[in-house]
């Protein structure tokens, strides 16, 4: 099998940081929502492979420097000791459209927070993300997941009875 290359509008040119439209370089660099669901489920999917390995070092040597340089690989795994204790599967994040709880933000320091919940069931994922553009590529500057209960599913409404 041969690899082939990438053309420009390739993989990584696909994912790489875009600059805003009508930027003049001064503001945030604008990401689409397929980037945000890629950057949303990659994340989550390097802490389930953490959790289910026990392995926090490609997690860490994954993200941004300044994560580097806050966290341990023995930190994130006292961080995060909770969720691999009970074995929560974080497979939903590869399955389920997650819900932004505001639209994919650039600050004014230029890191990318991206924030929400993935719908699965009886434990939502709640997650809230940041990222840092390092070299052109959004790597994860923080990270955190909660697992509250579902909210209750709204019933669907029942036909009324029709009167003759």
């Known amino acids: 099998m041969r690899a082939e290359t990438q053309s420009s509008s390739g993989f990584a040119d696909r994912w790489a940081v875009q600059p805003a439209a009508g930027s003049t370089g001064q503001g945030g660099p604008q990401v689409t929502i397929e980037q945000a669901l890629y950057l949303i489920r990659s994340s989550l999917m390097s802490l389930n492979d953490a959790n289910r390995s026990g392995n926090y070092s490609v997690l860490r040597d994954l993200a941004a420097p300044e994560f580097q340089a806050r966290n341990s690989a023995a930190d994130l795994a006292l961080a995060f ?17 997650p819900r932004l709880s ?45 697992t509250p209960a579902a ?10 009875a029709s009167k003759h």
């Open 102 to 146: 505001m639209p994919p933000n650039v600050n004014a320091r230029g890191m990318l927070r991206l924030s929400g919940t993935i719908p699965t069931r009886p434990l939502q994922i709640d997650f809230d993300l940041v990222f840092q553009n390092v070299g052109g590529s959004w790597r994860l500057h923080g990270l955190s997941v909660a």
């Open 151 to 160: 909210a209750a599913q709204a019933a669907p409404p029942q036909a009324e």
């Open 81 to 97: 000791s909770d969720l691999r204790a009970r074995r929560f599967d974080l497979f939903g994040a590869a399955l389920l459209a």
